[in-house]
């Protein structure tokens, strides 16, 4: 199983990212979709979740009204578009495989059971 995390970069703040988070070796469609981001010196926190019966969307405070989460299952890659980018916002951003189609296991990273390798997003500001 391997997914991989791409799209990152420096943008000033006010611009726009988007990563992408391409899927192998797993059936993506039955996988909810997260994405988690590490600051330097700070743990890892929930940014966004797709959930893979429904389509629906869960985002920290944070993201809200900015950070969109999206999947193509034809193409076994998942999407967050990243709006009103923030220096706060700089980290590496990962993306995860989630086996529940609760919310309840979305927002924690111990119910994940495979992580891509992360892509780091830098704004400067």
Known sequence: VQ???SGGGLVQAGGSLRLSCAASGLDFRIYTIGWFRQAPGKGREFVAAINYRDGRTY?????????TVSRDNAKKTAYLQMNSLKPDN???YSCAANPY???????????Y???GQGTQVTVSS
């Open 113 to 115: 059971d495979y992580w």
């Open 101 to 111: 189609s609760s919310s309840s296991y979305f927002y924690t990273e111990y119910y």
């Open 59 to 67: 985002y920290a405070d944070s993201a809200k009204g900015r950070f």
């Open 3 to 5: 997914l991989q995390a």
């Open 90 to 92: 700089t980290a590496v």
